[in-house]
């Protein structure tokens, strides 16, 4: 009986303690939907763990280097096109012209994009998104949002998808099973790439869910604001590419998420 009571007080403390803390905790105003985000997050993970993380990982293992370097080059250099249109709707006629001439001299000289020989050339890759473009017209991000399967995202950047969706070249390949097959491959190399990144992750995060949310956030509001001000930026005929162009390559944090990455157009 006197164990009973004692248990009775323990489990009464320990509920005490936990309605205490979750009366001072106050909604992250970044992430007010984080109920719905943490389940959307939970599913993407299983999605990804028992789908496409085991896909990713043969066709890692399978697949010449050569192959996967290829087929990354090839779509990014479809997304060179989409982030040369961003770049000029931005302002940034210099950054946007590199793109235009990288976007040439890949799917010519370099066969449809499979070589990378803009980089060679000196001409840097930058990525750029409507999402990016709204938020240098000034549009606030807004809440936190993960997507079903696509991941992190904000509303900002939800409402900007439609448009990035329209802006990627292999939407409109004929026929529809090789431009099925070309998004599966899409999808499957670009998370082929991420596999070491999201075992690092995996193994230095206590809550993943918090990192790739923060680290999210934190990466667009360096691609949008690259002076760090967080202020809306402003092009002035003094610019130069280095300030004006958006930070490069593709991040763990934004398509991870969890290991799964972002199936909305790639926009290398």
């Known amino acids: 009986m006197s164990r009973t009571v004692k248990q009775f007080r323990q489990a009464a403390l320990a509920l005490g ?3 205490l803390l979750a009366g001072c905790a106050g909604p992250n105003p970044r992430d007010p939907y984080e109920s719905y985000n943490r389940a959307m997050f939970n599913f ?3 999605v990804d763990e028992y789908a496409l993380k ?3 990982t043969g066709y890692k293992n399978i697949t010449p280097s050569f192959v996967q370097t290829g087929v990354g080059n090839f779509f990014g250099n479809l997304g ?3 982030t040369a249109v961003n770049q000029f709707l931005q302002g940034n006629g210099e950054a946007g012209m590199t793109d235009v001439t990288r976007f040439a001299l890949n799917s010519t000289l370099g066969i449809l994009g ?6 060679e050339a000196g001409l840097p890759k930058h990525k750029e998104d409507f999402g990016q473009t709204l938020g240098v017209w000034g549009v606030s991000s807004g809440p936190y949002l993960v997507l079903p399967l696509l991941g992190p995202s904000t509303v900002r950047d939800t409402v900007a998808l439609p448009a990035d969706i329209a802006g990627d ?3 409109y390949k004929d026929p529809t099973n090789v431009r099925n097959m070309g998004t599966v491959l899409r999808v499957v190399d670009t998370r082929a790439g991420l596999l070491d990144a999201s075992t690092l992750l995996e193994a230095a995060s206590l809550d993943r869910y918090e990192f790739l949310r923060d680290g999210y956030l934190q990466r667009r509001e360096s691609q949008i ?6 202020a809306p930026r402003k092009v002035e005929k003094d610019d130069t590419a280095e300030t004006s162009a958006p930070v490069s390559s593709e991040p763990a944090a934004k398509e991870l998420n969890s290991g799964t990455p972002a199936a909305k157009p790639d926009s290398q």
């Open 169 to 171: 070249i292999w939407r």
């Open 54 to 56: 085991p896909v990713a």
């Open 17 to 19: 303690v936990t309605a």
């Open 80 to 82: 060179d096109a989409w």
């Open 44 to 46: 993407n993970d299983k």
């Open 225 to 230: 604001h690259p002076d760090a001000d967080y």
């Open 114 to 119: 499979l070589f990378d020989i803009a980089s």
